[in-house]
T-cell receptor, first 115, second 112 residues
């Protein structure tokens, strides 16, 4: 079945550092990718939707300059958490879907811990 | 706007017990409904889905029926196994919109 690879799976870094998370679709062309944030014991919160070659659409309340999203190709999207602070610590999950209303396929998530 | 409400966990059952996880939704029009499963340390996997009223989604012994009259999509399994231990998310998407709205998730633990 469709596979989405997310890297890294875990990152720990100091406050003020920028962190990049990659999301790759390994066996299909992902026209749309989604980035979610999952708080402990909470559901997934959609942060933004990105379409290949165009700017991401951010959900209300999500800072564009804080969470930079790039979807430069049909197989890769990146999320960069700029100048991360402890409150940005969370589990970030990407998903990807192809054309024709295909369901979203999820990566395994990235646990980000900011000290 | 769209919303999904599912029963709070955690839920603990003995192996071979009957499982029900309730899910109700609020949405305009005719959404598609999904159940996703998240095993420890992993991302979400699509478990089953239904795209119109009275459809029944099924997979791995799990079933859920799209009930428009009660706006529900309850997940059921007749005999659970230890390997079913995971977090289960109910979700919906509106017609023509790929965005998923998730419930809060229900953690299920099956004990031998």
């Amino acid at each position: 079945g469709a596979v989405v690879s997310q890297h890294p799976s875990r990152v720990i870094c100091k406050s003020g550092t920028s962190v990049k998370i990659e999301c790759r679709s390994l066996d299909f062309q992902a026209t749309t990718m989604f980035w979610y944030r999952q708080f402990p014991k909470k559901s997934l919160m959609l942060m933004a939707t990105s379409n290949e070659g165009s700017k991401a659409t951010y959900e209300q309340g999500v800072e564009k300059d804080k969470f930079l999203i790039n979807h430069a190709s049909l197989t890769l999207s990146t999320l960069t958490v700029t100048s991360a602070h402890p409150e940005d610590s969370s589990f970030y999950i990407c998903s990807a879907s192809g054309t024709g209303g295909q369901p979203q396929h999820f990566g395994d998530g990235t646990r980000l811990s900011i000290l | 706007g769209n919303s999904v409400t599912q029963m709070e966990g955690p839920v603990t059952l003995s192996e071979e017990a009957f499982l029900t996880i309730n899910c109700t939704y609020t949405a305009t029009g005719y959404p598609s409904l999904f159940w996703y499963v998240q095993y420890p340390g992993e991302g979400l996997q699509l478990l089953l889905k239904a795209t119109k009223a009275d459809d029944k989604g099924s997979n791995k012994g799990f079933e859920a029926t799209y009930r428009k009259e009660t706006t529900s999509f309850h997940l059921e399994k007749g005999s659970v196994q230890v390997s079913d231990s995971a977090v289960y998310f109910c979700a919906l998407s509106s017609r023509g919109n790929e965005k998923l709205t998730f419930g809060t998730g229900t953690r299920l633990t099956i004990i031998p």
